[in-house]
């Protein structure tokens, strides 16, 4: 409410605004306001004195005894005063007698209003897009009246200033959203670099890896021949020379007997894990063409992201896979182990980053706040009859995590992202992206504080 401590014929005061460090998220009481306001007892005379004197003012704030009562723009009142007689009639009547002649659409907006919302609802206001409702081209020309809710102040913003501020905020927008798409052609660039030199370095990974893991099978049969050589002669020889009892004493031979094979046994596992390790690299570091669909397997190409991770998972978290029976999945595949990847390492930085803060919403400690990731996979049918389609089948891939969840300004945050280019991240709002868009299918994110982070993908299946 506005209060008799602004004195009848007070000058109008201009608010300096900082408007010179405006952000996409700047409100309209950043810019330059008046607070003008008169009684509506004053007359036309007196208002056209301050508009002599201020030229700039672009208008007035009518009140009743301290509280609002309307407002009446500068361009308004002289249109009404150039009138025939209208300044002989109406120069000495009060205020509220002009009003009633020279009352218009009037824009009332609350101070945290944003500036590109408030000219996207001048524009409403000028265009609406319910045709039933009247086109008024005065939020163009008439300023905006700005509510300051919490000491209810009302102030007078020139709707120039709006024009301006927002054709400053649509520029820094667009250079914005210009250098976010430059980063991202230089990600894709050095992605694509990268994959390239990974898969080289894969290439001469595995000839080596080839001999090792080929060899090895000869290399334990030679040398189990070779113990075997050795037990033959000491059973044939009725005497063990002693040079040959010394030299079996001196390498360990009972030892030597029981660790080699024990020692072949861990090179085969560590050749393994290295081929499966190359393997999965291979898969991953694939460059697609980007032209035709390939089938793959679900499940090996999870399996392969999370032996990739391995390091990151080591023994905190714990993995749980409950997979269907799977058939090929038509797709394009690097794109796919991209989304995968992007996934899951989501749910492992859930769980490791925000571990601590998941005690808050846990009643009691459990064998439950072990970290988890649960992957689930199952083929689904759709009902389609009602379309008048057949019904379609669908792959379902879940994947979550026992973390600290996500509250819904979190999650809408998120999801905002998947469809405003301006507010993506090149993490899920990019897998949202191929999966909805590259590959026809759903992206599903579901989340709850203290419950962790669960998202669904389904895939058709042609």
Same mark, same amino acid.
């Given at each position: 409410?506005?209060?008799?401590?602004?004195?009848?014929?007070?000058p109008?005061?201009?608010?300096?605004?900082?408007?010179?460090?405006?952000?996409?998220?700047?409100?309209?009481?950043?810019?330059?306001?008046?607070?003008?306001?008169?009684?509506?007892?004053?007359?036309?005379?007196?208002?056209?004195?301050?508009?002599?004197?201020?030229?700039?003012?672009?208008g007035?704030?009518?009140?009743?005894?301290?509280?609002?009562?309307?407002?009446?723009?500068r361009?308004?009142?002289?249109?009404?005063?150039?009138?025939?007689?209208?300044?002989?009639?109406?120069?000495?009547?009060?205020?509220?007698?002009?009003?009633?002649?020279?009352?218009?659409?009037?824009?009332?907006?609350?101070?945290?209003?944003?500036?590109?919302?408030?000219?996207?609802?001048?524009?409403?206001?000028?265009?609406?897009?319910?045709?039933?409702?009247?086109?008024?081209?005065?939020?163009?020309?008439?300023?905006?009246?700005?509510?300051?809710?919490?000491?209810?102040?009302?102030?007078?913003?020139?709707?120039?200033?709006?024009?301006?501020?927002?054709w400053?905020?649509?520029?820094?927008?667009?250079?914005?959203?210009?250098?976010?798409?430059?980063v991202?052609?230089?990600?894709?660039?050095?992605?694509?670099?990268?994959?390239?030199?990974?898969?080289?370095?894969?290439?001469?990974?595995?000839?080596?890896?080839?001999?090792?893991?080929?060899?090895?099978?000869?290399?334990?049969?030679?040398?189990?021949?070779?113990?075997?050589?050795?037990?033959?002669?000491?059973?044939?020889?009725s005497?063990?020379?002693?040079?040959?009892s010394?030299?079996?004493?001196?390498?360990?031979?009972?030892?030597?007997?029981?660790?080699?094979?024990?020692?072949?046994?861990?090179?085969?596992?560590?050749?393994?894990?290295?081929?499966?390790?190359?393997?999965?690299?291979?898969?991953?570091?694939?460059?697609?063409?980007?032209?035709y +669909?390939?089938?793959?397997?679900?499940?090996?190409?999870?399996?392969?992201?999370?032996?990739?991770?391995?390091?990151?998972?080591?023994?905190?978290?714990?993995?749980?896979?409950?997979?269907?029976?799977?058939?090929?999945?038509?797709?394009?595949?690097?794109?796919?182990?991209q989304?995968?990847?992007? #996934?899951?390492? +989501?749910?492992?930085?859930?769980?490791?980053?925000?571990?601590?803060?998941?005690?808050?919403?846990?009643?009691?400690?459990?064998?439950?706040? +072990?970290?988890? #990731?649960?992957?689930?996979?199952?083929?689904?049918?759709?009902?389609?009859?009602?379309?008048?389609?057949?019904?379609?089948?669908?792959?379902?891939?879940?994947i979550?995590?026992?973390?600290?969840?996500?509250?819904?300004?979190?999650?809408?945050?998120?999801?905002?992202?998947?469809?405003?280019?301006?507010?993506?991240?090149?993490?899920?709002?990019l897998?949202?992206?191929?999966?909805?868009?590259?590959?026809?299918?759903q992206?599903?994110?579901?989340?709850?504080?203290?419950?962790?982070t669960?998202?669904?993908?389904?895939?058709?299946?042609?």
């Amino acid at each position: 409410m506005l209060h008799q401590s602004q004195k009848k014929l007070s000058p109008p005061v201009l608010s300096p605004g900082n408007d010179r460090n405006l952000s996409l998220d700047s409100q309209i009481q950043e810019l330059p306001m008046y607070n003008f306001a008169l009684e509506i007892s004053c007359t036309g005379e007196e208002v056209a004195h301050y508009l002599e004197k201020y030229p700039q003012l672009p208008g007035v704030i009518l009140l009743d005894e301290g509280i609002y009562y309307g407002m009446i723009s500068r361009c308004r009142f002289l249109e009404f005063l150039i009138l025939p007689q209208a300044r002989e009639l109406f120069f000495q009547q009060p205020l509220k007698v002009i009003y009633s002649y020279a009352r218009t659409a009037i824009l009332q907006l609350p101070a945290h209003t944003s500036i590109l919302n408030a000219m996207q609802i001048i524009l409403q206001g000028c265009y609406p897009q319910d045709t039933s409702l009247p086109k008024t081209r005065d939020f163009f020309t008439e300023p905006l009246l700005v509510h300051n809710l919490e000491d209810d102040i009302y102030y007078l913003l020139d709707v120039q200033e709006v024009h301006l501020a927002s054709w400053k905020l649509r520029e820094t927008e667009s250079q914005i959203r210009y250098e976010r798409s430059q980063v991202q052609i230089i990600q894709n660039e050095k992605m694509a670099s990268l994959g390239r030199l990974v898969d080289g370095i894969t290439h001469e990974i595995v000839d080596p890896v080839g001999f090792i893991w080929g060899n090895l099978t000869y290399v334990s049969n030679y040398s189990q021949d070779l113990l075997n050589l050795i037990a033959t002669y000491e059973r044939e020889l009725s005497e063990i020379p002693e040079d040959v009892s010394l030299l079996k004493e001196e390498i360990e031979f009972d030892f030597l007997e029981q660790d080699l094979s024990q020692a072949l046994a861990s090179i085969h596992t560590g050749a393994e894990r290295l081929k499966k390790m190359v393997s999965s690299l291979q898969n991953f570091c694939h460059i697609d063409d980007n032209v035709y +669909q390939k089938p793959i397997d679900i499940h090996l190409c999870i399996n392969n992201i999370l032996l990739l991770i391995q390091s990151q998972i080591k023994k905190e978290i714990k993995i749980t896979k409950e997979y269907d029976v799977l058939p090929p999945v038509l797709c394009f595949p690097g794109e796919l182990y991209q989304v995968f990847m992007n #996934i899951i390492i +989501q749910a492992v930085d859930n769980l490791l980053d925000g571990g601590g803060k998941k005690q808050r919403y846990l009643a009691t400690d459990s064998d439950d706040n +072990q970290h988890e #990731i649960t992957i689930k996979t199952s083929v689904i049918v759709r009902d389609t009859t009602n379309d008048n389609i057949p019904d379609s089948r669908w792959v379902v891939v879940s994947i979550a995590d026992n973390g600290v969840g996500m509250s819904k300004a979190e999650q809408k945050k998120i999801t905002s992202a998947f469809t405003n280019a301006k507010k993506s991240d090149f993490g899920l709002a990019l897998s949202y992206q191929i999966i909805t868009a590259r590959h026809g299918g759903q992206f599903n994110l579901r989340s709850q504080l203290g419950k962790g982070t669960e998202i669904e993908i389904l895939l058709p299946l042609l």
